[in-house]
């Protein structure tokens, strides 16, 4: 297999699924299955990224992501720099734009970003000449998520088009609903959310995904049952009455996934909260991917760099 990268995905930057075809989206995850074989060899080294500079630059914690971001720009060949924010410029009053283009004088090929603010990974694209990648921007898209719980479903189930998957909780402010909620969509799976009202984006249903306030309801026949994690950070107020009341009615336990298809598979975001989003058993049980997530977490990162720096100039 050659390490050059190949180009297959028109884009310059990956800002989110949202405006993506069916066919960038198949092309990311053929490439990643290609990168899941790399992963699982001994030798887990590519050259595709050789000599290229890979900045990670977190607003917010992620231990996860940035970790998966970081193993994927090394197993291509990347210097990858992970920018301390905590105790970087930012935090003495400098703007995002400033910090852009301080960044782009350092002459880095890739940026992965996230940050708190919709919106901001999109702004920061326009000022520097690199590639950018979101890595999660507000409550607005987190694409290599949607991604790689693609390619998990995709590697179980043979395809995604013609299955029924429930994304389950709090879809208001969720990056990782909506990101998911385009993809499943494109690739043509029928797409169900499911959450108390509280936690249901006003008008959602009118852009054609079918609704449930119960689980029952909503898990019914279901072939991928999807939960979200209850970001109790980005709420300014009640949504809910008690984490013992959602769990009650909205964690997922054996008795609730019963309604879901025999074969039914289970996933999650990470980082779980045991007891309240889904009960320890479900997560660990026979039908849950939430470890597979992770390993293909890494897989779709390196394909996303990877296609991306098929564009970069000086090649």
């Known amino acids: 297999m050659s390490d050059a990268p190949r180009s297959i995905f028109p884009h310059r930057h990956l800002l989110g699924i949202e405006g993506l075809s069916p066919l960038d989206i198949q092309a990311l995850l053929d490439l990643a299955d290609e990168q899941v074989e790399v992963s699982r060899q001994i030798e887990k080294s590519k050259s595709s990224l050789r000599g290229r500079t890979q900045i990670n ?47 782009n004088a350092m002459r880095p090929d890739i940026i992965v970003v996230r940050h708190h603010a919709a919106g901001a990974v999109h702004l920061l694209a ?10 999660g921007d507000g409550a607005h898209e987190h694409p290599t998520q949607a991604l790689l719980d693609a390619l998990t479903i995709r590697r179980n189930k043979g395809r995604i088009a ?48 079918e609704t449930f306030t119960s689980m029952e ?16 950070e980005r709420m300014n107020g009640s949504f809910v009455p008690s984490v013992k009341e959602y769990f009650r009615f909205y964690g997922l336990d054996q008795e609730k996934l019963a309604f879901a298809k025999p074969d039914a598979l289970v996933m999650h975001p990470g980082p779980m909260n045991r007891g309240v989003e889904i009960s320890s058993d479900v997560a660990d049980g026979a039908q849950s991917l939430i470890r597979e997530q992770v390993e293909m977490g890494v897989a779709v990162r390196m394909a996303v760099l990877e296609a991306l720096a098929s564009h970069l100039p000086n090649r």
């Open 126 to 135: 326009q000022k520097v000449d690199c590639s950018v990648v979101n890595a």
């Open 217 to 232: 309801q909503g898990l019914k026949d279901a072939d991928i049952v999807m939960m979200l994690r209850l970001q109790r």
């Open 57 to 103: 630059l977190f607003f917010e914690a992620s231990t996860r992501t940035q970790s998966s971001f970081e193993i994927a720009g090394k197993r291509l060949g990347a210097d990858v720099m992970n920018m301390q924010v905590a105790s970087s410029s930012v935090k003495k009053g400098e703007t995002l734009i400033d910090t852009a283009v301080t960044l």
């Open 162 to 209: 013609g299955l029924t998957v429930a994304i389950c909780g709090d879809i208001l402010h969720s990056r990782v609903a909506r990101s998911n909620m385009i993809l499943l969509a494109a690739m043509g799976a029928r797409v169900r959310l499911v959450a108390p009202s509280t936690l249901l984006p006003p008008g959602i249903a009118r852009l054609g995904f």
